[in-house]
């Protein structure tokens, strides 16, 4: 629970380019800008500033689900992210590991 964000999931990162998130205080949290009206009104989703947002509707279901120990995969694109991840490598369908 966060006072700025309410409900919230602090992250850990796997690999050196993430592995900070704790001490950044990365959290997956709910917000306004994550919504169907947001777009109707936008038209477009709004922006988080690193952090994955989700609408709020569904932050405490999700936070339940991943608290006990889950993996996510944040990527600013698929080819780019599986080239350079060791994780998203070894774990995304359809793509083939590095070397193979």
């Known amino acids: 629970m966060t006072r700025k964000r309410g409900m919230a ?4 990162g796997m690999e050196e380019t993430n592995n900070r998130a704790r001490r950044r205080e990365i959290i997956l949290h709910g917000a306004p800008y994550v919504s ?3 777009i109707a ?12 947002a989700v609408e709020r509707g569904v932050i ?3 936070i339940g689900q991943l608290k006990g120990g889950s993996v996510m995969l944040i990527y600013r694109s ?3 992210t599986t ?3 060791d994780t998203a490598a070894k774990t995304t369908p359809g793509e083939e590991s590095p070397g193979n």
């Open 9 to 12: 999931l602090l992250l850990d």
């Open 36 to 38: 169907e009206k947001y």
């Open 41 to 52: 009104e936008n038209g477009r989703l709004g922006r988080s500033l690193g952090c994955p």
């Open 60 to 62: 405490d279901r999700l």
């Open 78 to 80: 698929a080819s780019a």
């Open 83 to 85: 080239r350079e991840s």
